[in-house]
């Protein structure tokens, strides 16, 4: 009947609109994906370490998949909303493929972030250990590593800060063990990082649903018409 396919075809097109909510999604999702790993590379005390010699890259690594698959995310949503407005089945098709692929790197992130928190920890102290080391072999010289962990972190020395008082922030009321600070610091951003992963592999998972039933009712659409 000619007013049923002409009511088929109108409904489909108006159908877009409210599937096009998922890639919506992504691209916002991206957005704060690439933000949140930008700030905690350049932000705190991140920021300060990486200008030394000695930077702890085992932790930038889950930050660099991060924002890459941030990017990632923000430019499937894009073409996976042109692929819903079009009707197009490869397009939808190439939105779900690379939802997967940004669905494996965000689920290697997050395990990288809670499975690799002791490596990256003792990283990080071994780090400061040397520069520790170093300073009390030749105190005359100074040490920038040193006196920039301390002002990362805000603390000083290991058990007892006379030794390296020098080198602490004078604004630090109380003695503070580097060694304690850095485990807790760094524990904390790895599991916020870890849950940021897992929680847009989740969103990127619903994504796919959402691309596969829309490629469906696509499909079924024209078979019908």
């Avoid at 489909?12 to 999702?29: D, N």
């Avoid at 905690?40 to 932790?59: A, C, H, Q, T, V």
């Avoid at 407005?85 to 290697?108: K, P």
């Avoid at 790895?190 to 490629?215: D, E, H, P, R």
Wanted: charged share 15%.
């Amino acid at each position: 009947m000619p007013w049923l396919s002409c009511t088929h075809v109108t409904m489909m097109q108006c159908a877009p609109q409210p599937w096009s909510l998922p890639q919506h999604s992504m691209e916002l999702a991206g957005s704060a994906v690439i933000a949140f790993g930008l700030w905690f590379r350049f932000g705190g005390p991140i920021k300060d370490l990486s200008s030394e010699d000695k930077s702890p890259e085992y932790f930038y690594v889950g930050l660099y998949v991060l924002v890459g698959a941030g990017a990632l995310m923000m430019a499937v949503g894009f073409f996976g909303c042109c692929g819903a407005m079009r009707e197009s089945q490869c397009v939808l098709g190439s939105f779900f493929t690379c939802l997967l692929v940004i669905f494996a790197a965000e689920v290697t992130t997050g395990v990288f972030a809670f499975i690799g928190k002791d490596v990256a920890i003792r990283h990080v102290q071994t780090m400061y250990e040397e520069a520790y080391s170093d300073y009390l072999k030749d105190r005359g010289r100074g040490n920038g590593t040193l006196i920039t962990f301390h002002s990362a972190f805000q603390c000083c020395g290991k058990e007892s800060s006379e030794q390296v008082q020098p080198t602490c922030p004078k604004e630090l009321p109380d003695h503070k063990n580097c060694i304690d600070t850095i485990e807790t610091i760094i524990s904390v951003k790895l599991q916020l990082i870890g849950i940021v992963g897992i929680g847009i592999a989740g969103l990127t998972i619903f994504g796919m649903i959402f691309s596969m039933v829309l490629c469906c009712a696509i499909r079924n659409s024209r078979d019908v018409i």
